[in-house]
């Protein structure tokens, strides 16, 4: 197969990696990046897990090429927060207990911050949220303390740190 050298910025760094043209964002994210935090289960778009944001808007990366990415801005659950620093929508899903196994949170916290992000600062009615959240399948939970730990980040949303890097 004939190789591409890629450029890709993820969580605000630049990456140069050798890639196939048929390679997924999925692919190169975990395969050549070693980002595991992004998911792998259906790979076609079906549950949600490998939800990253792409230039600010949750994409499901299974099924989105590498090559599609260049020159755009690429989010992992990676580049949200860290330990010692969790934004607040992490910092959300744990105090009010949506983590389980944890295998859908990556996806679910992007797609969820998209969405607040979409929303402009209103704080969203729960069956919004459960709509927005409805293409991240979780097999552990009943979604409740998902949704209810979306809202509470919601509420906080003129605090989340890229928001006051704009503020000021």
Same mark, same amino acid.
């Given at each position: 197969?004939?190789?591409?050298?890629?450029?890709?910025?993820?969580?605000?760094?630049?990456?140069?990696?050798?890639?196939?043209?048929?390679?997924?964002?999925?692919?190169?994210?975990?395969?050549?990046?070693?980002?595991?935090?992004?998911?792998?289960?259906?790979?076609?778009?079906?549950?949600?897990?490998?939800?990253?944001?792409?230039?600010?808007?949750?994409?499901?990366?299974?099924?989105?090429?590498?090559?599609?990415?260049?020159?755009?801005?690429?989010?992992?659950?990676?580049?949200?927060?860290?330990?010692?620093?969790?934004?607040?929508?992490?910092?959300?899903?744990?105090?009010?207990?949506?983590?389980?196994?944890?295998?859908?949170?990556?996806?679910? @916290?992007?797609? =969820?911050?998209?969405?607040?992000?979409?929303?402009?600062?209103?704080? !969203? +009615? *729960? &069956? #919004?949220?459960?709509?927005?959240?409805?293409?991240?399948?979780?097999?552990?939970?009943?979604?409740?303390? @998902?949704?209810? =730990?979306?809202?509470?980040?919601?509420?906080?949303?003129?605090?989340? !740190? +890229? *928001? &006051? #890097?704009?503020?000021?």
């Amino acid at each position: 197969m004939t190789t591409t050298l890629l450029e890709l910025s993820i969580n605000g760094e630049s990456h140069h990696v050798a890639i196939e043209p048929h390679w997924t964002l999925l692919r190169v994210l975990r395969g050549e990046l070693g980002l595991t935090g992004t998911k792998e289960n259906c790979l076609e778009a079906e549950c949600g897990v490998c939800t990253v944001l792409l230039d600010g808007k949750a994409v499901n990366s299974c099924i989105l090429l590498a090559m599609q990415c260049s020159g755009r801005s690429i989010t992992t659950i990676e580049g949200l927060g860290d330990p010692e620093h969790l934004h607040p929508l992490q910092a959300a899903f744990i105090e009010y207990g949506a983590v389980q196994c944890g295998y859908c949170i990556p996806g679910m @916290i992007l797609t =969820a911050k998209s969405f607040i992000d979409e929303c402009g600062g209103r704080v !969203p +009615e *729960e &069956a #919004e949220v459960r709509e927005a959240l409805s293409g991240t399948l979780c097999r552990c939970t009943g979604y409740q303390k @998902i949704v209810d =730990a979306v809202i509470a980040a919601a509420r906080q949303r003129n605090s989340w !740190p +890229e *928001e &006051a #890097e704009r503020a000021g």
